[in-house]
């Protein structure tokens, strides 16, 4: 499996208050990224990093906002939750971008807006 | 963004049958993609597909990348319950890459 962890796991919160949900990966993958999964949408692209301090909006960027100061993390910030935000996130990794680069996927964050 | 459709969204097998799904798209994928997902866990990594036309196997996984690059398919061959989960398909283009909603799998004993 890769080295890719998640925190918190789970979390519950209020509408209105800020969330960082962190990603660690101990592989010195180039890239990573940052997804939402909900009922019937599949997995959706929020942001993603091609390196430390570069990042790109993917999909569904509106609310959140990411930082990479360091290869090993990469952080998700939603500034002001609100309910649609309610979501399983996940993170990804992967050594670089393009053929033969497949993603590969951290174990999740459950987040509860309420 | 525009997703993958993917077929069917479930289905109910009994163990020991094969079970096939698909993907297609309406562009273009250079890689296509097959993730299994367990309850609580993130996608894991099935089979990889890089080129038109080819057939990969993984155990009693099959899966082929279609000529026009617009479609794949899964085949699981005499299910067992460890099958059971939901199965995503994704098209990717460099660093775009597209999923399908999933089909899940329940295997009956």
């Known amino acids: 499996d890769a080295g890719i962890t998640q925190s918190p796991r789970h979390k519950v919160t209020e509408t209105g208050t800020p969330v960082t949900l962190r990603c660690h990966q101990t592989?010195?993958?180039?890239?990573m990224y940052w997804y939402r999964q909900d009922p019937g949408h599949g997995l959706r692209l929020i942001h993603y990093?091609?390196?430390?301090?570069?990042?790109d909006k993917g999909e569904v960027s509106d609310g959140y906002s990411v930082s990479r100061s360091k290869t090993e993390d990469f952080l998700l910030t939603l500034e002001s939750a609100t309910s649609s935000q309610t979501s399983v996130y996940f993170c990804?990794?992967?050594?670089?971008?393009?053929?033969?680069?497949?993603?590969?996927f951290g174990p999740g964050t459950r987040l509860l807006v309420l | 963004g525009q997703q993958l459709n993917q077929s069917p969204q479930s289905m109910f097998i009994q163990e020991g049958e094969d079970v096939s799904m698909n993907c297609t798209s309406s562009?273009?994928?250079?890689?296509w993609l097959w993730y299994k997902q367990d309850p609580g866990e993130g996608p894991v990594l099935l089979i990889a597909?890089?080129?038109?036309?080819e057939l990969t196997s993984n155990g009693r996984l099959t899966a082929q990348f279609g000529i026009t690059r617009k479609d794949s398919f899964l085949n699981i061959s005499a299910s067992i319950p460890s099958d059971v989960g939901i199965y995503f398909c994704?098209?990717?283009?460099?660093?775009?890459?597209?999923f399908g909603a999933g089909t899940r799998l329940t295997v009956k004993p």
């Open positions: 990804a990794i992967s050594e670089e971008a393009g053929l033969k680069r497949p993603q590969y």
């Open positions: 592989e010195n993958h180039r890239y």
């Open positions: 990093s091609y390196g430390v301090k570069d990042t």
């Open positions: 562009s273009i994928f250079n890689t």
């Open positions: 597909l890089y080129k038109a036309g």
């Open positions: 994704a098209g990717q283009d460099n660093n775009d890459m597209r």
